[in-house]
């Protein structure tokens, strides 16, 4: 990690492309779903890797950030590398590092060298399949050598303007670098200006696109214990009854782009070492993706990979009595989707805040989206070394909320007992609920502090 992180490094693909070289190109071992987005990027991945399981594939998952370990960053088949296998990944490519690092004038940093560390373990596992998360943008992410046979592209929105543009367009013009030459590209539903750019991308490349709403989508919801019911239609088919054990609209639809990306990595049948799309229903490059119903998925392994999915910190409740929602947005159109969840999915009387930002968010877009469904709020910081001072947060907040509605706490730990207290406050229990947001690390932090997973 004293490599430093990416974004304080010029954009280039050279040092990685470099490193992948001496370490045989071992991304090209296996076919990639490569996914790219602002929001909803980790979700479904997830759920794609979840389907993909389901169907007795081999899986590595690379995702980022993590939340309590680095180890979760690299999996296969569902779980996090050993601490073993993750010194063992790190030490077998740390001469080739030291190499490459001798022929340029800025060494590998964090990022390049955890995604060469992902994508040997592959290799080494071997993987028949990885489906593999951007860290940041597209174009210039490490991620990006990589070629992906499915290209899906999650909604975009303003984040990390300061790196990626300060417009969508911009924004998505970074994103759309994932795209390559003959891979099908699938779309979540995006804002005019980022499908335009995104169908450029597509059209210059000859990739095939799947669009939700067009070829793909949500054809119907309702909101279920623990989760929600979902009808889907795919690319070769209609898939109903769907129990996903995640909250929220945004969620069905990643589910769907999940769902689209499996058919049309299935439909071409592509195998390790033999990336190939050839075979998928589909007309001329740049034209729409055509389904088939003989190419439809087992619907039984949909709803059972579907129903084993599971995205933590993304609006999880970890607690009951009163209720804690852990939820990892960190920007306003990611605030905007959990606000409207819940709202539609939980019946909370009072709802406490807990809050802890990264200092370069929009984090005025952020408090605007909490406002209407907070009681309070209990502003803190997170372990991260960028996390904004509580005392600036708190001048922010009550800007919007109020002086009275805006408490402070120095540490994270004392910012959750203070919430739990204020929803607790007028006795009414059933109802009462606390959201800690804001940031994976202030939802990782939260999850160690209130030791979930530990069986307790």
């Known amino acids: ?214 070829e793909f989508g949500v054809l119907n919801r309702d909101v279920a214990v623990g989760g929600q019911q979902i009808d889907l239609r795919g690319l070769h088919g209609t898939y109903d009854e769907i129990f996903l054990p995640l909250f929220g609209e945004h969620q069905a639809s990643n589910a769907a782009c999940a769902l689209a990306a499996v058919e049309a990595f299935a439909s071409g049948a592509p195998t390790r070492g033999e990336p190939n799309l050839e075979a998928a229903t589909r007309i001329a490059p740049g034209d729409a993706f055509i389904g088939g119903a003989e190419n439809q998925l087992d619907p039984a392994l949909v ?48 709802l406490v805040g807990v809050l802890a930002v990264a200092a370069d968010k929009d984090v005025a877009g952020i408090l605007d989206q909490l406002e209407p469904v907070l009681a309070e709020l209990v502003v803190t910081r997170n372990s991260s070394p960028r996390s904004l001072p509580p005392e600036e947060l708190a001048e922010e907040a009550e800007g919007i909320f109020g002086e009275e509605r805006v408490h402070v706490a120095d540490r994270l730990d004392d910012a959750i007992d203070r919430a739990i207290g204020l929803a607790e406050e007028t006795g009414e229990y059933q109802g009462a609920g606390v959201l800690i947001a804001g940031s994976v690390v202030t939802v990782g932090d939260a999850r160690t502090l209130l030791r979930v997973g530990e069986g307790r």
């Open 1 to 214: 990690m004293s490599r430093g992180v990416e974004w304080e490094i010029d954009p280039t693909l050279d040092r990685i492309r470099d490193l992948v070289d001496v370490l045989g190109e071992p991304q090209r071992a296996y076919p990639v779903i490569h996914v790219a987005g602002t929001n909803g990027k980790s979700s479904t991945a997830r759920l794609i890797e979840s389907l993909l399981r389901e169907r007795g594939l081999r899986t590595g998952l690379y995702t980022s950030p993590e939340m309590t370990t680095l180890r979760e960053r690299i999996a296969i088949d569902g779980e996090p590398v050993s601490e073993e296998r993750f010194v063992e990944a790190y030490e077998d490519v740390l001469p080739y590092v030291q190499l490459v690092d001798g022929k340029h004038p800025t060494p590998l940093s964090f990022f390049e060298v955890l995604t060469a560390m992902a994508f040997a373990a592959f290799a080494d596992a071997p993987v028949d399949v990885a489906v593999v998360e951007v860290g940041m943008g597209g174009t210039w992410d490490a991620t990006n050598v990589a070629d992906g046979v499915v290209a899906v592209v999650t909604p975009i929105g303003l984040d990390h303007t300061r790196y990626l543009g300060d417009t969508v367009e911009e924004i998505a013009g970074e994103k759309a670098g994932i795209i390559k030459q003959g891979a099908v590209a699938i779309l979540s539903q995006q804002p005019v200006e980022a499908a335009e750019v995104l169908l450029r991308r597509i059209v210059e490349t000859g990739a095939a696109v799947a669009r939700e709403g067009i």
């Open 303 to 350: 709803r059972s990979g579907f129903a084993k999915s599971a995205s933590p910190g993304r609006l999880e409740v970890v607690r009951t009595g009163p209720t804690i929602l852990l939820d990892a947005a960190h920007n306003p159109a990611g605030m905007a989707a959990s606000v409207a969840t819940i709202t539609e999915s939980f019946g909370f009387t009072r």
